[in-house]
């Protein structure tokens, strides 16, 4: 299967790194996590990947370029185009097969061939991956002005998210529209109300990195086990 990485947006919340730089190519541990993400999908052994760049795109390209790394495609897709729209224009090299599909600043010990078979089973057009996000400042309940429960940075128990790590069906992309479609509304949604979204439960490590706080708390995570999970 062909692995689709989304890597074009602005990463305006971690702006210290992203003057300079695509959020994608923000370094843990001294390799950009990007990188982290291309090496996880390649211990299951994926092989081919196509980068959607758009934002300081060329530093990605010229990135690779330098590393000699034939498998992996980057196609610039825009610097103002969405989510969904990045997708549609790649319709043309995923060929009318199943693919995979993720974000460029998450990352996880997800199992993949368990994803692909949970999506199979399924028989959707689209498998998310479902997970808990880390609450950043921990939980409190208060009742008559007493503190009745505290959790400092417990994981959100009721809720879940999309923690990116698709697998996708073809026919989904002929729900996007253009360049202004964002992929998590409009597309995602129709189909979850056909009934045409499955979910695959992560209950292991998922962080994405928003902020710099979120890069140092990744920077902590690979240095204890050099590796995330």
């Not at 028989?123 to 400042?137: D, I």
Request: charged share 35%; hydrophobic share 35%; proline share 3%.
């Amino acid at each position: 299967m062909k692995v689709v990485i989304l890597a074009g947006g602005l990463g305006t919340r971690i702006s210290e790194y992203t003057k300079t730089i695509p959020k994608p190519m923000i370094e843990i541990n001294k390799k950009p996590i990007i990188c982290h993400i291309i090496e996880h999908y390649e211990k299951f052994g994926f092989e081919e990947f196509y980068i959607a760049t758009g934002y300081k795109g060329n530093i990605i390209k010229e990135f690779f370029k330098n590393q000699k790394r034939k498998n992996i495609k980057i196609i610039n897709t825009g610097k103002n185009t969405m989510t969904g729209g990045r997708l549609k224009r790649l319709e043309k090299y995923l060929k009318n097969e199943t693919f995979l599909m993720t974000y460029g600043d998450g990352v996880s010990n997800i199992d993949l061939k368990k994803l692909i078979k949970h999506h199979k089973r399924k028989k959707k057009l689209v498998t998310l991956t479902a997970v808990r996000p880390p609450t950043r400042f921990g939980a409190l309940k208060i009742k008559d002005g007493k503190v009745i429960y505290f959790k400092e940075k417990s994981k959100l128990k009721e809720s879940l998210i999309n923690g990116g790590f698709l697998v996708i069906e073809p026919r989904f992309l002929k729900y996007i529209k253009g360049d202004s479609t964002f992929l998590e509304k409009e597309p995602i949604e129709k189909i979850c109300k056909q009934g045409q979204l499955a979910a695959f439960k992560h209950e292991g490590f998922w962080q994405c990195m928003d902020t710099k706080r979120d890069k140092e708390f990744l920077e902590k995570v690979y240095r204890k086990k050099r590796k995330f999970g």
